[in-house]
């Protein structure tokens, strides 16, 4: 033992828990060893079968998928994901466009992955609350100085997104936009993205209804920016334009875009309206860019727009059917106004540019919102956004603050 003490004296001296584990070392069999290197053996390999199995899978998933096999091609990528196969995950996502998002962040939430391998999915669905600051960065910062701004702005149109789905298409809308010779020649600044979670924005996802959305959600988000219109790419269903707001479905054509920006310069849908909204639009006298109500307004519009007669080729139209009504677009030809995907006439591009000479003139969504803060008696809110139109020189808001002014009361609608 003092042999065994000398040779490993410097054990001996300072640590009695060294002869402890040269003692474990000697208990451990050399069979011992020789098993745990098997069972270790035996667990790499069944992983390495697991592997090699869910990636087979997804081949043949993605092949299935090449071919159009859709409902082949979904359960595939399902087994896949069981297996520990993260890549699929964004192809079950992507093959459920008809699955609220509510169903598939159940789906996601069931899946035995960790937080962060999670965290590019969830941003797919728009769950930003699922995820750290630094996730949330990372993820949105290659889209969040997507922006474009010609020599001359005088309008600006802040998008607004609700996850990666969305960011991506405005991506591509955005690169669109400026190969587009009408819209990239237009004095619009499109101003970076701002990020919303989809679950406090909770737009509906009815693909045969127009999307609607959870306003004060976006309102919040909106406090401190600097913006004329708003578009809220986000949702599933029909695209819309409300005083100053856009509301597309995320997955939007620039030709949708175009169509429902339109509507802000006053143009209206040269198909049937609604007999509602037929009867409160269609109104001889009434001057639009794009329709004549009667005849007899052809005089007074050309005054108003500064045109030639031969500049005009009245044709009617069925806006105002279901007012009984018969109206005429001011072009012969079918225009982006009755069929979203065609072109747009160039005399429409020359009114749009012809109200961009007084942008204060056109309403911003911020006098809307002001509008929102009043139905809710929200005076605090209504001032902060009545100001926020006011400052673009918005008639209607500088007077209405005025007004507010003189009579110290609740303000009055706007």
Avoid at 109 to 118: A, E
Avoid at 170 to 199: G, K
Wanted: net charge neutral; proline share 6%; hydrophobic share 40%.
């Amino acid at each position: 033992m003092l042999s065994m003490c000398i040779n490993l004296g410097l054990f001996c001296k300072k640590s009695r828990l060294a002869g402890f584990f040269l003692l474990l070392l000697v208990a451990c069999s050399p069979q011992q060893f020789e098993q745990t290197d098997k069972q270790t053996d035996k667990q790499t390999a069944a992983q390495r079968i697991v592997k090699q199995t869910s990636q087979r899978i997804v081949q043949q998933a993605i092949k299935a998928e090449q071919q159009g096999l859709f409902s082949r091609a979904l359960p595939l990528y399902q087994q896949a994901v069981a297996l520990g196969e993260t890549s699929a995950i964004s192809a079950v996502l992507r093959l459920q466009p008809d699955a609220s998002t509510a169903e598939l962040q159940l789906w996601l939430s069931k899946q035995p992955f960790s937080k962060s391998q999670l965290a590019p999915y969830w941003a797919e669905l728009g769950q930003w609350q699922q995820l750290t600051k630094a996730q949330q960065h990372q993820l949105q910062q290659p889209f969040s100085e997507l922006h474009f701004s010609p020599k001359s702005c005088v309008l600006s149109l802040q998008p607004v997104l609700s996850n990666l789905t969305s960011a991506r298409q405005w991506q591509l809308l955005l690169q669109q936009w400026q190969q587009d010779s009408q819209l990239s020649s237009l004095p619009f600044c499109l101003l970076p993205p701002l990020f919303i979670d989809s679950a406090a924005l909770n737009c509906s996802e009815q693909k045969t209804e127009r999307i609607q959305c959870h306003l004060p959600a976006l309102k919040q988000q909106l406090q401190d920016a600097d913006f004329h219109q708003v578009l809220l790419l986000a949702g599933k269903g029909g695209a819309s334009y409300n005083n100053g707001l856009l509301q597309l479905p995320a997955q939007s054509s620039l030709a949708l875009l175009r169509h429902e920006l339109s509507h802000a310069f006053g143009f209206l849908d040269e198909y049937a309206l609604l007999p509602q909204v037929a009867k409160a639009e269609c109104q001889p006298g009434r001057l639009t860019p794009n329709l004549l109500f009667s005849k007899d307004d052809l005089a007074g519009y050309q005054q108003l727009w500064q045109l030639e007669n031969t500049e005009l080729q009245l044709t009617p139209v069925a806006s105002c059917n279901n007012a009984g009504l018969q109206a005429y677009r001011v072009v012969a030809t079918d225009t982006h106004m009755q069929h979203y995907e065609l072109p747009m006439p160039s005399l429409y591009l020359q009114l749009i540019r012809k109200q961009l000479q007084k942008p204060e003139l056109l309403m911003p969504a911020s006098y809307y919102f002001a509008y929102l803060a009043r139905q809710q008696q929200d005076w605090s809110a209504w001032q902060h956004w009545m100001q926020h139109a006011a400052a673009l020189g918005y008639p209607p808001a500088i007077q209405a603050l005025q007004n507010s002014d003189k009579t110290n009361l609740s303000p009055a609608a706007p």
